[in-house]
């Protein structure tokens, strides 16, 4: 499927039924596969031969919608994981364990900066954190002979920087690592991250990909490009795994090796699973991704241009606008657009961002991004408020953000009902 355009793959990728089976790729809802002899499904136990056992491991229905987000980001396989927060532990601890280390871009979603900084520091991984803009040779000085990889967003969640993936890409493979970057506000359509040489993808299907606010939902996307051989970093995927009868994943698995371990071993022992449901949900949202990122983008521009108008607000944060610091790397990475997300301060700090809120009619209150309907949220009260002063500055949020996800209505709606909140202040 890969030879096709992405909106075609939005549509047709991962499944293709032969005559006389279901056209929509159906909801395997069964937790188990029956065979007809104990050897068969030995060699299945053994990852001697390829088929179903148990749908912690594999089902026909996730492994369906896997396959098509593998075809849209250009990887040669992938694992859907229950959430977005799974999808970026799986994604590091794979390849990192107790002793290691991973250097991390400070502009990154909360829950991510939680997962590293605390739950994942629990477990004997540090990590460095640095600012996105960070030089080349600064960032080259962050890696320690430890180091395991290198983790950013491509448009950080709420922040908004565009990643340079090329320098990111750079040090990181200059130094024996691979780089594994969350795209899940771009999505594919607006960014494809292994042509720029990242290694790793992993995505919140929750948000675009989803795009109804139905199912939370992850998943990894492996480029198969990495070559974990070319040093002793990554014994795990080089060496014995005696969990699976000496198996070695880089001999056996080739371009899989990563994605191959992540299920036979983190699934297996983890399961994080998403259900069947939740998947065949995912796809509906999959198939009108290329329809809606584009609307979703042309309307945040609408926006995001009356809100750097109006003399109420003190600053926008857009990448598609002109004078965005960063407009050059969104015009270079993402040229057909960024997200529907856009990040503003009102005049009046905590106080007017809260009467703005409160006033709107159109737009909802809610802890969520990236889905059809309009909706906002103040990060420093909600999503990031176990953090310090000092830990939202350096994930470049600031008090008094409003991040505004703006939907797939008609922008003159939307713009008038962000006019009637603003007069309220
Ligand atoms: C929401 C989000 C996550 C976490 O995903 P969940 O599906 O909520 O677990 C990770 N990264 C980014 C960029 C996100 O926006």
Redesign the pocket.
């Known amino acids: 499927m890969s030879d096709y355009k992405i909106d075609t793959n939005c549509v047709q990728a991962g499944y293709s039924p032969k005559s006389g089976e279901p056209r929509v790729v159906p909801i395997y809802q069964s937790t188990t596969y029956k065979y007809n002899s104990s050897t068969e499904m030995g060699e299945l136990f053994d990852l001697e031969r390829e088929g179903y056992f148990y749908t912690r491991l594999q089902n026909p229905t996730n492994d369906a919608v896997a396959a098509k987000i593998a075809a849209l980001e250009g990887g040669v396989g992938a694992v859907l994981t229950s959430?977005?927060?799974?999808?970026?532990f799986f994604a590091v601890f794979n390849i990192a364990q107790s002793g290691d280390h991973v250097i991390s871009s400070s502009a990154?979603?909360g829950?991510?900066f939680n997962l590293f900084s605390v739950t994942m520091k629990k477990m004997g991984i540090d990590f460095t954190f640095v600012e996105p803009d960070i030089t080349e040779d600064e960032l080259s000085k962050a890696f320690k002979p430890n180091t395991k990889a290198v983790f950013a967003?491509t448009l950080?969640?709420p922040s908004l920087h565009v990643l340079d993936i090329e320098k990111f890409a750079k040090a990181a493979h200059s130094h024996g690592v691979p780089l594994i970057v969350?795209n899940?506000?771009p999505t594919p359509v607006n960014c494809r991250p292994f042509e720029f040489g990242a290694d790793i993808v992993?995505?919140?299907?929750?948000?675009y990909m989803d795009g109804h606010a139905t199912s939370?939902?992850?998943v990894i996307v492996d480029s198969g490009n990495f070559d974990w051989t070319q040093n002793d970093k990554f014994s795990g995927l080089t060496t014995p795994d005696d969990s699976y009868h000496g198996i070695v994943y880089t001999e056996k698995f080739g371009k899989l090796a990563y994605i191959t371990k992540c299920v036979a071993q983190l699934m297996r022992d983890l399961g994080a699973i998403p259900s069947a449901f939740n998947s065949f949900l995912l796809n509906v949202g999959l198939e009108s991704l290329a329809v809606r990122v584009p609307k979703h983008c042309g309307n945040a521009m609408k926006v995001a241009e009356y809100l750097h108008d109006n003399d109420k607000v003190s600053w926008v944060s857009y990448p598609g606008l002109k004078d965005d610091p960063q407009h050059d790397l969104a015009v270079k990475y993402m040229p057909g657009g960024t997200s529907g997300v856009i990040a503003f301060g009102v005049k009046g700090g905590r106080a007017a961002a809260t009467k703005f809120m409160d006033s709107l009619k159109l737009a909802a209150i809610v802890t969520h991004?990236?889905d059809a309907r309009t909706c906002c949220l103040h990060p420093a009260s909600t999503t990031h408020r176990q953090l310090t002063d000092e830990q939202l500055h350096e994930c470049g949020v600031s008090p008094d953000l409003i991040r505004l996800s703006v939907g797939i209505e008609n922008p003159e709606d939307i713009i008038a009902d962000i006019q009637q909140a603003l007069d309220q202040i």
């Open positions: 959430s977005g927060q799974a999808a970026s990154i979603y829950g991510t967003e950080s969640n969350d899940t506000f992993t995505h919140s299907t929750t948000k939370v939902g992850g991004v990236a």
